[in-house]
Structures are given as structure tokens and as C-alpha cells.
């Protein structure tokens, strides 16, 4: 039996803490911010998506891609972002999917980290959703610290997600990140104790 377990939270929640310490108790963790970055590199799949999309706007002087003005066109409009999501989804699905496929090869549980879980229905390709939670309000502090945000550029960015509160509901586990370091650690090693108890 292969298991899949999804990763999700909202931004600066504390999902790369999560990951790190789950990749270092030897599991295997795809990180789909990491594989977007990947195909969005000058030549990758996504990058002429954008370009055709915004024009040389986005471009830094080497010919890559400029994430901080990619970022603030992406964030400007409500609208445009949605037009930009799903010109984006269907390849991001497919590397995902094809990186999970190949994972579940050679071992029997995998984790994937993704960000927009729910936001783009990847529920249904996993077998457990556990949510990295923190407090609404230490959520934006933290934003703004890590980011150097203003407070609108933070909570432009939280309300582009789906709100923890929602993720919360749907998820099957939730690791809180409210704490310190090893109360979520601790949260952790028990939910990969269960999981290695239902897979025996």
C-alpha cells in the first residue's frame, strides 16, 4: 500500500520548518513551490507562459525572470491572478503528479508540499491532508518580518489564499505552529507514528 500525504498551510505559516524536519527523518518531500521556480527558469515550461502573459515587464536584465515584479503584477489584480493561475495549473498538475508517480515507485509513502492544496483541488490525488496552523495574527507578523512587507502587502498576499480557518476544516491532521519549535516537533513524530502504524 502507497500513501500520499499533502502539505499544506497558508503563507509564512511554517510549512518549510514542517518539510525539513520531515525530509530529515528520511521521507521524501516534493516541494511544489520549488518545481514551480523550476519550470518558471528561463527555457522551463512556465517561463513563456508568463512572458506571452505580462511581457518583458517581468524580466530582470539576464533575461530571467524578475520574482519581485512578477509578484506585484501577479498580486495587482484580483482578476488577472486567476487568469494567470490557471494558464499555470495544468502544467504544474502534470510535473506534480508525474514526480509523485514516480516516487511511490520506490517508496510506499511520499509527501508532497503545496502551498494551494485546496485552492487547486489536489485533495482528491492524496490520501492525507495534515495543515501547518498558526494564529491569524501570528501568520501577518511573521510575513511582514520575513518579507520586509508593509502590512497591506502582507494581507494582500494572506487574503490571496484560501483562509487557514477553511483550511482547518477540510484538512485530516493539523501540526500547530503557534508554539515553539519542539511542541511542533513533537506534533510531527506523532502523526508519522500513526501513519507508519496504518500502513502495517
Not at 168 to 173: G, L, P, Q, T, V
Request: charge should be negative; aromatic fraction near 8%.
Amino acid at each position: 500500500m502507497t500513501v500520499t500525504i499533502g502539505i499544506t498551510g497558508g503563507i509564512a505559516s511554517g510549512k518549510s520548518t514542517v518539510t525539513n524536519y520531515i525530509r530529515e527523518k528520511g521521507f521524501e518531500v516534493i516541494d511544489a513551490d520549488a518545481i514551480v521556480h523550476e519550470l518558471q527558469t528561463k527555457g522551463g515550461k512556465l517561463y513563456q507562459v508568463l512572458l506571452d502573459f505580462y511581457g518583458s515587464k517581468i524580466l530582470a536584465p539576464d533575461g530571467e525572470l524578475d520574482r519581485q515584479a512578477l509578484s506585484e503584477q501577479f498580486f495587482s489584480d484580483e482578476k488577472v491572478r486567476a487568469e494567470v493561475s490557471a494558464l499555470q495549473d495544468a502544467i504544474i498538475r502534470q510535473e506534480l503528479l508525474a514526480r509523485r508517480d514516480a516516487l511511490l515507485e520506490k517508496y510506499d509513502l511520499v509527501f508532497m508540499d503545496i502551498p494551494l492544496l485546496f485552492e487547486q483541488d489536489y485533495q482528491s490525488q492524496l490520501n492525507q491532508v495534515w495543515l501547518v496552523y498558526l494564529d491569524p495574527a501570528q501568520q501577518l507578523q511573521r510575513l511582514m518580518k520575513r518579507n520586509g512587507y508593509s502590512k497591506k502587502q502582507a494581507e494582500q498576499r494572506i487574503s490571496a489564499q484560501l483562509s487557514l480557518e477553511e483550511k482547518k476544516k477540510r484538512s485530516d491532521k493539523v501540526i500547530d505552529n503557534s508554539g515553539d519549535l519542539l511542541d511542533t516537533y513533537e506534533q510531527i513524530d506523532r502523526l508519522l507514528k500513526e501513519v507508519n502504524h496504518v500502513k502495517k
